[in-house]
């Protein structure tokens, strides 16, 4: 069987916020928007994927049925929770983007890696 490739050129450039009740709702982990890992910290501030890869760790979490990436609080603002937490050091910290609840490389999710 071949697969023809995604259309992902329709996806959305500019994600919207998350409202505040559907935030609520989540999982207090999804809802994390800094984590600290054994590996070092990881930044996750977007949820939501079209992609339905059978080995997401999104199953794990109860958002799988996400499909539309919406960010829990602006990129500013997550890139101050980053630099302000704890375990942060510049330079040093190995940091891990958008490894739980959407794939980076999205149309709308990627200008919010760099």
């Known amino acids: 069987m071949t697969l023809g490739p995604l259309d992902l050129a ?4 500019h994600l ?7 935030r609520a709702s989540l999982d207090p ?19 939501g994927c079209p992609l339905d890869c059978g080995y997401c760790v999104r199953h ?3 958002n ?9 609080c602006s990129t500013d603002e997550a890139i101050e929770q980053l ?6 050091r510049p330079g040093v910290t190995p940091l891990q983007l958008f490894n739980k609840a959407t794939d980076p490389f999205l149309p709308g999710v990627k200008p919010h890696l760099f």
Do not use: C
């Open 60 to 62: 794990f979490w109860g």
């Open 29 to 47: 982990y999804m809802a994390l928007i800094v984590g600290y890992r054994k590996s070092g910290l990881s930044l996750n501030h977007i949820i």
């Open 64 to 72: 799988f049925e996400a499909k539309t990436p919406q960010l829990l």
């Open 16 to 22: 919207p916020h998350m409202p505040d009740a559907d």
């Open 83 to 88: 630099v302000g937490h704890p375990a942060f």
């Open 10 to 13: 329709a996806g959305p450039r």
